[in-house]
């Protein structure tokens, strides 16, 4: 998974950054073709301590005002359910991610553990 403001960051510093007040987040964005409209959701987001979540989403609300509203039936509905998201600062997803970064870690430690077992089965016995 790719967590936008993120980058270069280990599984234990994403957990510092949440420890910390951080928070992961995702937008969404209507876009309307007249007839229809699509509301996908953007990638996760890193949100630190002291940053706008609405500022973060501003581009993507941006987007949904000028281009969600023209599809018909559904271009309004979709367009302020994603306004409405995006400027209560987007949808949070953390507990999702923590849990993705929890089973990383956990993981990581089996995968040493086993590499450990490994070499004293190979070592020589004297």
């Known amino acids: 998974m790719k ?3 993120a980058e270069n960051l280990s599984a234990e510093q994403l957990q510092e950054e949440v420890n910390r007040g951080g928070r992961f987040v995702h937008y969404q964005y209507a876009i309307s ?19 706008s979540a609405v500022k973060k ?3 993507f609300t941006i987007l949904s005002l000028l ?3 023209w599809g ?6 979709k367009t302020f359910a994603a306004l409405r998201i995006n400027l209560r600062g987007g949808k949070d997803v953390t507990d999702e991610v923590m849990a993705t970064v929890a089973g990383h870690i956990l993981f990581r430690e089996a995968e040493k553990r086993k590499a450990k077992a490994k070499a004293r089965m190979l070592e020589p016995i004297s």
């Open 3 to 5: 967590i936008k403001n």
């Open 33 to 51: 073709f007249i007839v229809a409209t699509i509301k996908p959701d953007t990638g996760v987001y890193l949100i630190r301590k002291g940053e």
């Open 57 to 59: 989403g501003a581009f």
């Open 67 to 69: 281009l969600g509203w």
């Open 72 to 77: 018909i039936p559904s271009g309004p509905k």
